[in-house]
């Protein structure tokens, strides 16, 4: 089980869909899944939270530093639905949970494997979920099955 979380949240275009700002959409929403988190009982270490952004190997090495239980990033994506990738056995079934989640609340899902990822290498769970993950179903969908 997942006690220790490393949170990674892309957030770093200020592309303007007419109604919010991406970054400060998914800052917002890196602070309200932070604390929702924390009342359950996770640790959280959150990586390129803030500009100037990590690149991949200094993201790498405070990971490693970390040495979480699992991965979870969230990437804003223009397409509606969700796109649920994950990395090691245990993080397929979690996303297969998490599709089924969200279909049953009426939100187009699909899973992949991601094959590599940087950060992924030395932790067996690695989840990282791209589209619509500002709605609260989302993000019910997610930690429910954390």
């Known amino acids: 089980t997942m006690k220790r979380i490393y949170l990674g949240i892309c957030g770093k275009t200020d592309k303007n869909d007419g109604f ?9 929403f890196t602070e ?3 604390k929702e988190l924390k009342r359950l009982g996770y640790e959280v270490k959150v ?9 991949a190997l200094e993201r790498y090495m405070e990971c490693k530093r970390y040495q979480p239980d699992g991965i979870l990033e969230f990437h804003s994506r223009e397409s509606t639905g969700v796109l649920v990738s994950y990395h090691g056995m245990e993080a397929k079934e979690m996303a297969e949970k998490i599709e089924r989640n969200l279909r049953k609340n009426g939100i187009m899902a699909e899973i992949k494997e991601k094959r590599n ?3 992924s290498y030395d932790c067996p769970m690695y989840l990282v979920i791209e589209g619509e993950f500002h709605k609260e179903e989302v993000l019910e969908a997610v930690i ?3």
């Open 20 to 28: 919010l700002i991406e970054k400060e959409a998914d800052f917002c």
């Open 32 to 34: 309200h899944l932070v």
């Open 47 to 55: 990586g390129r939270y803030c500009p100037p952004y990590h690149d």
């Open 117 to 119: 990822h940087s950060l």
């Open 144 to 146: 429910r099955e954390l």
